[in-house]
């Protein structure tokens, strides 16, 4: 198969894959992306019968079923989502370096760059620094349009393909920092969030306060009622502080039932009522569970712990000061909030 014909595939693929799983309502996440790509690209038939099967017996494609699946047909091969973009960019490469030969002004800092793109390809870059590389091809596309206009229309065509390909590394790229059970950022997101924070501050003095959240009682929910359950108060608490939390502020899972919010711009109070805005949404509500909702869990509650941007702080001692007041939130017999 071509190299073209490669790239088309597995753009094909791409878009069967991704409207099926909205379908099924199947996170977006590396793993279940690898067991719906092999699933149309028809290269592991057994996977194909198994999902097939699945959906002719109306089988729900909870985590648990997708995680058998991953487990069951895939294993350890998510890492190839990556392998195959950094392909297709390298294909891109190619058919531009193929081009340049005909082309006027400008073209030798354009080959150059594509050389330097090559090569920083083959030192297997990350997810992020792909997309740099893809966003950094479509600068030099566009230049080199604005100066050769009797090209454009090969190299818009050229520049479409880049940007496909910078729309599928931008998906992974979220699915890379979101976490699949209750759909916000995860811990990494967070923490390259918070490291631009520090930047911020280290440059212009930028306030910025951070809210760490706990479920209060956490462990007794999973031990009473199981995991499932469990699983359905870690994401209604995620829903809540969706709707609370605005604008450029993020929300994200730290880990296990601990949240952590940040807040750009907002000094201690603002950043304490924010907190309280949390706390009073989430202890609102009474949760159900059953089909006809008679099994009653009773209030949910988070305690807070809220602290703010000071000098000399870096991610991990910022962090340790929200969850020092997050333990004396516990401490004060817990649904409350704890500041500086």
């Known amino acids: 198969m071509h190299n073209n014909q490669n790239l088309e595939h597995t753009t094909h693929i791409l878009h069967l894959a991704l409207p099926k799983m909205s379908e099924l309502a199947i996170p977006v996440t ?16 057994n996977l194909k019968r198994a999902i097939d099967g ?10 648990e079923v997708n995680l058998g699946l991953y487990n069951r047909f895939i294993e350890e091969r998510s ?35 594509l050389s330097d793109f090559g090569a920083k390809l083959a030192t297997q ?6 997309n740099l590389i893809v966003l950094s091809i479509a600068a030099e596309v566009e230049q080199v349009i604005a100066n050769n206009r009797h090209m454009s229309n090969s190299l818009v065509s050229l520049s479409d393909e880049i940007a496909n390909l910078k729309s599928e590394m931008d998906n992974l790229s979220k699915v890379a920092m979101t976490d699949e059970l209750t759909s916000l950022n995860n811990r990494r997101a967070y923490e390259l969030f918070a490291a631009e924070q520090m930047t911020k501050f280290a440059d212009t003095q930028t306030v910025c306060s951070l809210l760490m959240i706990d479920i209060d009682h956490f462990k007794l929910f999973n031990d009473t009622f199981g995991h499932l359950i469990g699983d359905k108060v870690l994401a209604y608490v995620a829903l809540a502080m969706k709707q609370t939390v605005k604008g450029d502020d993020l ?40 089909k006809e909702k008679k099994q009653n869990l009773g209030h949910i509650t988070v305690s807070i712990g809220v602290a703010t941007l000071q000098t000399g702080d870096d991610v991990d001692t910022l962090l340790a000061r929200a969850d020092e007041r997050l333990y004396k939130a516990k401490a004060s017999g817990r649904n409350c909030v704890k500041f500086d």
Not at 30 to 45: G, K, M, Q, S, V
Not at 54 to 63: C, E, R, S
Not at 125 to 130: G, R, T, V
């Open 125 to 130: 870059p990350n997810a992020d620094e792909l």
């Open 54 to 63: 699945l959906i002719a017996n109306d089988v729900k494609f909870t985590p």
């Open 251 to 290: 929300v994200a899972r730290y880990g296990g039932e601990e949240f952590v919010v940040m807040l750009p711009n907002a000094k201690l109070h603002d950043a304490v009522n924010v907190a309280e805005k949390i706390r009073e949404r989430i202890s609102l509500k009474k949760l159900s569970i059953g």
């Open 79 to 113: 890492p190839e989502i990556i392998e195959n973009v950094q392909i297709e960019t390298q294909i891109l490469i190619n058919s531009l370096v193929s081009k340049i030969e005909s082309l006027g002004e400008g073209t030798q800092n354009f080959s150059a760059n």
């Open 30 to 45: 590396p793993e279940n992306y690898a067991i719906w790509y092999d699933y149309f690209a028809e290269t592991n038939l």
